[in-house]
């Protein structure tokens, strides 16, 4: 007798991927990034895509661009415009806007020359009081823009032009002062002991496993969503890899005569950024006053039927991004060994708006990063110094770097819906 075939299991169709279980997670999270980027959520790939691009075409253009003394000297000349952008950004977020961040940079390390300089003060007071000058001019402006009500553009413009002529009181119309402190000229000038740098890297590096490895184990304790652990550790050694390459090439010898002198190791310079990265970074992501800030940039009345302190969240952005410009002013004038009436001035505040807006902050607010101010400086130096390795004038430079910013500001418009090119309203 033949069995029943209505009680037997049925067969199910050979449609289960073959693919082995941590193959299809990572390709599940790849196809789910690459939904992100068509939706709009482009994050820092157009500026990284742009450090790519850039490096390559000016690597072949005049090779010395790639060469160990190069890779140190963009540091150098990146650093002061990365730190005033990573104080923008918090403006930014919060839907204003700082025009006077260039000037509040000079007027900072202008008091600080004096106070080093002229009045022999130790190296400490220096700084702090030029920290404070920021925070001092932050308030400021915050509480203008927002207790009193005039639009963030007309304030700080005035404190462009204000700033610029509290700068020339401070250096007599014009006098140049010179820095002699070898602590503060040390920040932008001088480098690590090679062995220094192999144990920053290894703090930095084991800190940030140790980071990603924890949250995702959290994550899977509390059965939260959670990317691939494959991911991640592909996420720890690229950065391991690209920051041990980093220092082994620092570490290398740069000097065109190490006999008389030697230049190895990473600069200083860098610990710095890294630290204010981290810092701030830290706020935007793990802080309260952090969620506030993208909430009051998103939507300012949600946030306030929230309860959030919108006043206070704003003048602190104020305050965070004129305190980051004096941080800017101290790094220019260490690596310039002296302050002048142009510290701060000509094209710096540009290129700190720039290295923001490029590095993926947005100009319509709530959105922005730590790390967008750093990969957008990177864009602006490598620019800059790459063009100028090539001969080729300033108004050639601010062009690119005008297009390369009109560029960025297009991507992030039609990313939020704003532009009408594809249709959108």
């Known amino acids: 007798m033949s069995p029943d075939v209505s009680t037997q299991a049925p067969v199910e169709p050979a449609t289960a991927s073959a693919e082995p279980g941590p193959v299809k997670a990572v390709l599940d999270h790849l196809r789910g990034y690459l939904s992100k980027v068509r939706s709009g959520e482009v994050g820092a790939l157009p500026a990284v895509a742009g450090i790519i691009a850039l490096c390559v075409f000016f690597g072949l253009a005049e090779p010395v661009f790639l060469s160990v003394g190069n890779l140190a000297n963009l540091f150098g000349q990146g650093a002061a415009v990365a730190c005033i952008a990573m104080g923008l950004v918090f403006v930014l977020i919060t839907n204003e806007i700082d025009l006077s961040a260039g000037f509040a940079s000079g007027v900072a390390a202008a ?82 002991e090679r062995w220094q740098g192999w144990l920053l890297l290894a703090v930095t590096v084991g800190g940030y496993t140790a980071l990603q490895v924890s949250r995702w184990r959290r994550r899977v304790r509390r059965g939260l969503s959670h990317e691939p652990l494959a991911v991640v550790t592909a996420r720890i050694v690229a ?10 090439l620092l570490n290398l010898e740069r000097s065109a005569n190490p006999q008389l002198v030697s230049l190895t190791g990473v600069p200083i310079v860098v610990v710095l950024l890294g630290a204010l990265f981290v810092l701030w970074s830290f706020v935007l992501r793990r802080t309260r006053f952090g969620r506030h800030l993208y909430a009051v940039g998103g939507n300012r009345e949600a946030a306030i039927r929230a309860g959030v302190a919108v006043d206070r969240v704003r003048i602190t952005a104020f305050v965070i991004c004129s305190s980051m410009a004096a941080v800017g002013g101290i790094v220019a004038a260490s690596r310039a060994a002296s302050v002048d009436p142009n510290t701060g001035g000509s094209n710096v505040l540009l290129l700190s708006v720039g290295a923001a807006v490029i590095g993926g902050a947005s100009l319509f607010g709530g959105k922005g990063s730590a790390r967008a101010a750093l990969l957008g400086g990177a864009v602006v130096a490598i620019i800059n110094n790459g063009m100028g390795l090539m001969g080729l004038s300033a108004g050639v430079r601010f062009g690119v770097t005008g297009l390369v910013l009109l560029l960025a500001a297009g991507v992030d418009a039609l990313s939020r819906g704003r532009g009408s090119f594809f249709g959108r309203h």
């Not at 009193?148 to 005035?158: C, E, N, Q, R, W």
Request: glycine share 14%.
């Open 239 to 248: 950065l391991g890899g690209l920051l041990t390459a980093t220092v082994f």
């Open 111 to 192: 008091i600080m020359a004096v106070l080093l300089t002229e009045w022999g003060m130790p190296w400490p007071v220096g700084i702090t009081a030029a920290i404070a000058t920021g925070v001092l001019i932050g308030l400021t402006l915050g509480t203008l823009v927002v207790k009193v009500g005039i639009p963030s553009f007309v304030v700080t413009l005035a404190g462009f032009l204000a700033f610029q002529g509290l700068a020339l009181i401070i250096l007599d119309e014009g006098t140049n002062i010179s820095i002699h402190n070898e602590t503060v000229k040390a920040i932008a000038g001088e480098n690590l």
